[in-house]
């Protein structure tokens, strides 16, 4: 009798044990897909943000048109880069500032948790002792 209400309760522990591992697994799954689908999104937002970076410090030293695309082709890391960008200075902002603005024309769908694709976007600001009128300017780019 107590042979059998052993054999009984070891078969219950048995299944709680393989169930509290199927558990682990599942969240250390769970955690190993997460880290690698921000990975390569924050990837993509690092390119994003290094040629915003370089775009607008570019544009307040005065740097050709030319010249800022040329460097913005060579920083492009998993993105293609459009073959110009627009800038619009406003005449009435006084606040000697360059913001660029870097926008993706399509959604970035190498990841597991947005099915449908998660758009990346940057835009940074730098100081512009060149012209004292705020100056907008836009790049797209198709993320790859």
Not at 53 to 80: P, Q
Not at 126 to 133: D, G, L, Q, Y
Request: with cysteine; net charge positive; charged share 20%.
């Amino acid at each position: 009798m107590l042979k059998t209400n052993i054999q009984a309760n070891m078969k219950n522990a048995y299944i709680e044990q393989i169930l509290m591992w199927l558990v682990i697994f599942t969240a250390f799954v769970w955690v190993f897909v997460f880290i690698l689908d921000y990975g390569s999104i924050l990837r993509k937002k690092d390119s994003l943000d290094d040629i915003s970076e370089y775009a607008s410090y570019s544009i307040a030293k005065g740097v050709s048109k030319a010249d800022v695309m040329t460097g913005l082709k060579r920083l492009a890391r998993g993105v293609t880069v459009a073959n110009d960008y627009s800038c619009s200075s406003s005449t009435s902002i006084q606040d000697y500032q360059v913001t660029f603005n870097t926008s993706s024309i399509n959604t970035f769908k190498g990841n597991i948790l947005h099915k449908d694709g998660i758009a990346i976007n940057s835009s940074k600001t730098k100081f512009n002792p060149m012209n004292r009128f705020n100056t907008v300017c836009t790049l797209r780019v198709t993320l790859k």
